[in-house]
């Protein structure tokens, strides 16, 4: 046997020398591995990437090898190539197991275990006795067993070989891979058909080069006796070629009307796919029930491999109708969320550009994509993961997949590294957190993908497989899903690295680090809990610096701050409340939904909740709380944000020059809409060209609409670029024949009359933004009718309410010189028979301008015609000369609070701070 072995190197080319003192009658058990030794071995001496099998000779002849093989000439057979060397050594030992096999091989970047697997299922159904060599292990039959690699090593897979034919295994589906071909595995081995399904980059840590993994691939074929190639790929068009050049029998399949087999007619659906096939003999329609566009490329690989071995078109069509989809490759998931959730190996750029543009194909609102990229591979390959993400998909949540030795937070920030911040991609390192996070993220009608393990049950980190499976993390996460949360709780978990990345911090150190997901976000340590990012706010009446180390006490919290100490967790940072916006706009950023920012001086909080009323009508909308429109109050907006939220309608003010820009960048507005321009807060703008530039940074950012108040010449700037909203000749929204009747105003805008059921004549162009905006988006005009005919009430917001008797306007939430104005000419001209009596107080914030705009008010209701005025305040005593109505604040005025006639009308006006709501509260008796 041993003269055999020699003549078998001689002939294949690697022979050098030996000194074999005896030919073996039975060739010794082959070890590649010192550790395997046993007396009577032969040891095959192998030069790996790690390790020189040479430098183990005198070991593994102390363990009892009695025949070295290697490339030095102390071993007993010396060869030029060990691995070659051990690879005949096998098929000779084995007495050449794959020669009594019918072998199909498979190579290719992506789809060898879906196209290998539905050729093991084919010749199954064709009476074979199969067996099938892969990614998952091997299968003989229904019996499965599990293997190290996509291709075993040369010994290992001999001995599969000899388990398959003793089982009476006639056919052989198997994966080779470019490793498999470059180590030599299958050296030896004859295939009788070799089939490729696609090229793109991968394992370039491996390959030198994409032509050194070309060449690789391509040694399959130099040894196959027939060749079934894609040829819609360009490197399988070059193998096409190659082949058919050297005269090798070789079948071209594709879209091309040149190719042996042609494709066309393809349709997928979310159930199954179909497709033609067409030969030279026939045509013929192929359905199956694996969806995905790229499947119909795996399946017909296949159905080739069927056809060119002898079975007919005819007969395989029937058999595809019953094939079985292959676990962990678009493997669905069932739920009861109307949503599909789906498990893919798709694990390298082209793959998931083929699995997104597949699926995108499918019927579906939003596609919402979990990636990843394993350590210790390919680096180069990690950004365009990313990339190929998003080409494809609407939010992608990008995981940790298998990390093996490589610091975690190193491969997700090659990823990100070059990617914008403001695409929709969210950083959840722990699985089946972003798993979650997907699944959380999913309305009816969306599809999630979670990529990049597929049929893997583990995560390999640091030499060690931890237990993890998609499918069953899924099925928990489904199981455990509430549909309820807290206020500060985020729909989309994310891990710390997000902030280190938003602060542009490069991951530092090597090896493994455990995710920290946090799941909340607040400002306030009361209403604080675990798993939870703390913003320390520094405000007028509390640091929140002053709490960081209560917060850190549980490790599970995370704090950005201003003050400068190390801890773990802890994120220090100027401004906090500037990081806290960035945060937020980037997680506004992965919901599908028409963003729309409105500002003013006035009727901020009335045009938010028509806008609201009106988009409501026919979809969800988030929407502004109270007036919660500085960057807190934001914050607490877009926690609140659902999936299922069509429009978002943010109310933004601003105290401070700089917090309409900060606002807005957060909100990243496709909408802005400016109501007015009035001399509020002062004491900050200084005049109202300083409230003028706040407001209308509003409108220095790409909008698709901008509307402004056409009744201001200083917007003369933006007629070319926005649209008027007002009474003026040239505005574009113009409004007309504003009648005030007894059940509300009509008015007209466009080609209609419009019913509102307010009385205050402001409204009318309120409304008429609303309606303006709506149009504009498509909006059906009967729909926002209907609508606004619904009356909203608005706490003290210009609220006509009827007590004991008497008519009560109250809008004391708010108050500058342009709503005050308006507050009285409504109070004058309501019921004006009835006696008419005012508690009016100061306007806030309007710093050294406030005395002369208080003066300017007094004028106003001297001009009314009516004086029973009752002022409260520091200014508001030049409301009125009659020092026995002015009091110094509203609890001076309820100890002698006046007797008011009946009937009577009653306005209630002033900014909210001077607390006029207790006048209320006396009228309606409950103080």
């Known amino acids: ?319 595809s109708s019953a094939l079985i989809p292959v676990q962990g490759r678009l493997e669905p998931l069932e739920n009861d969320r109307e949503i599909g959730i789906y498990i893919d190996y798709a694990h390298t750029p082209e793959a998931l550009i083929s699995l997104l543009k597949s699926i995108g194909r499918l019927p579906h609102r939003r596609i919402i994509s979990v990636v990843g990229a394993g350590g210790n591979r390919d680096k180069l390959k990690r950004p365009l993961m990313l990339k190929a993400a998003l080409g494809g998909s609407d939010a992608v949540i990008i995981t940790d997949d298998n990390p093996r030795n490589e610091n975690p937070d190193r491969i997700i920030y090659d990823m990100v590294r070059d990617s914008s911040w403001i695409l929709p991609w969210w950083i959840t390192r722990d699985r089946k957190a972003a798993i979650e996070a997907a699944i959380r993220l999913a309305a009816e009608g969306d599809i999630v993908l979670i990529c990049g393990k597929g049929h893997e049950n583990y995560q390999e980190i640091e030499g060690v497989r931890h237990d993890f499976d998609d499918k069953l993390a899924a099925k928990e996460v489904l199981q455990e899903l509430s549909e309820s949360k807290h206020e500060d709780e985020l729909i989309l978990p994310f891990d710390e690295l997000l902030l280190k990345i938003m602060m542009e911090e490069e991951p530092t150190g090597e090896g493994y680090r455990a995710p920290k997901t946090l799941r909340n976000l607040s400002t306030d340590t009361r209403t604080l809990r675990p798993h939870s990012l703390f913003i320390a706010i520094k405000g007028e009446n509390f640091d929140g610096n002053d709490f960081v180390e209560d917060v850190l006490s549980d490790p599970s919290n995370s704090v950005i701050c201003s003050k400068e100490i190390e801890a773990a967790g802890l994120i220090q940072a100027p401004s906090p409340e500037t990081l806290m916006a960035l945060l937020m706009q980037k997680y506004l950023q992965m919901f599908e939904i028409y963003k729309i920012a409105i500002t003013g001086s006035t009727g901020k909080t009335s045009v938010k909740e028509l806008i609201a009323q009106v988009f409501s009508y026919k979809a969800d909308v988030l929407k502004t709380s109270k007036n919660e429109n500085n960057i807190i109050g934001l914050t607490k907006t877009i926690l609140r944000v659902c999936p299922t939220d069509k429009y978002a309608i943010f109310e933004i003010g601003s105290n401070h020059l700089g917090e309409i820009d900060l606002l807005a960048n957060t909100i990243t507005p496709d909408a802005g809409l400016i109501l007015n321009v009035g001399p509020s807060h002062l004491q900050y703008f200084k005049d109202e060209d300083g409230v003028f530039k706040e407001k209308t940074d509003l409108f220095q950012r790409a909008l698709q609409i901008r509307l402004y108040p056409a009744d201001d010449p200083r917007f003369e700037i933006y007629r070319d670029s926005a649209v008027g909203v007002g009474f003026a000749p040239h505005a574009d929204c113009r409004i007309q024949n504003v009648l005030r009747g007894d059940d509300g105003l009509s008015f007209d805008l466009g080609e209609r009359t419009w019913h509102i059921p307010y009385l205050a004549p402001h409204f009318a162009i309120n409304a008429s933004f609303a309606i303006c905006l709506a149009l504009r988006l498509g909006l059906d005009a009967d729909d926002i009718q209907a609508a606004l005919s619904q009356k909203i009430m608005m706490d003290m917001r210009m609220q006509i309410r009827e007590i004991d008797g008497r008519i009560v306007i109250i809008d004391c939430y708010n108050a500058n010189p342009v709503s005050m104005q308006a507050a009285i000419e409504f109070w004058r001209d309501y019921e004006p028979d009835l006696p008419h009596i005012a508690f009016a107080g100061d306007m806030l914030e309007l710093g050294e301008s406030a005395e002369l705009y208080h003066e300017m008010i007094g004028a106003i209701f001297a001009e009314s015609g009516h004086d029973e005025i009752y002022s409260i305040g520091k200014y508001a005593k030049s409301y009125q000369q009659d020092a026995a109505r002015h009091f110094e604040d509203v609890f001076a005025l309820l100890d002698r609070f006046p007797q008011l006639p009946k009937p009577a009308v009653i306005l209630l006006k002033a900014s909210n701070g001077m607390k006029l709501f207790k006048i209320l509260a006396h009228l309606l008796g409950e103080e």
């Open 1 to 319: 046997m041993t003269n055999k072995l020699l003549e078998l190197y001689k002939e294949h080319g690697i022979y050098i020398s030996d000194s074999v003192c005896c030919n073996f009658e039975h060739l010794p058990v082959l070890a590649v591995d010192t550790r395997k030794i046993s007396s009577l071995s032969a040891f095959v001496a192998i030069k790996g990437e790690n390790f020189d099998g040479h430098d183990h000779i005198a070991a593994a002849k102390r363990a009892g090898a009695v025949l070295i093989i290697g490339e030095s000439k102390e071993c007993n057979i010396q060869v030029t190539d060990s691995r070659k060397a051990a690879a005949l050594y096998a098929k000779l030992s084995y007495h050449d197991p794959g020669a009594k096999l019918t072998l199909f091989g498979f190579t290719g970047t992506n789809g060898k275990t879906t196209a290998s697997l539905m050729l093991f299922q084919l010749l199954r159904a064709a009476g074979y006795k199969t067996g099938w060599i892969g990614t998952m292990g091997y299968k003989i039959e229904d019996e499965s067993f599990s293997t190290a690699h996509t291709t075993p090593d040369i010994l290992e897979l001999n001995e599969i070989f000899t388990h398959m034919i003793r089982k009476g295994v006639t056919h052989v589906a198997m994966e080779v891979s470019s490793h498999a071909l470059s180590l030599d595995r299958v050296y030896g081995i004859d295939f009788d058909y070799a089939l490729f399904s696609n090229f793109s980059q991968d394992h370039l840590d491996f390959h030198k080069d994409m032509d050194d993994y070309f060449e690789a691939k391509y040694l399959l074929f130099k040894r196959a006796k027939t060749s079934i190639i894609n040829g819609d790929d360009a490197r399988g068009e070059e193998i096409c070629f190659r082949l058919k050049k050297a005269e090798r029998q070789v079948y071209c399949i594709g879209e091309e009307t040149h190719a042996d087999l042609v494709i066309s007619n393809m349709f997928s659906s979310l159930e199954a796919s179909s497709f033609d096939l067409i030969s030279k003999e026939a045509m013929v329609a192929i359905s199956s029930p694996l969806i995905g566009y790229f499947n119909i490329d795996n399946l017909a690989l296949a159905i080739a491999a069927m056809h060119f071995s002898g079975h007919s078109l005819t007969q395989i069509s029937e058999w």
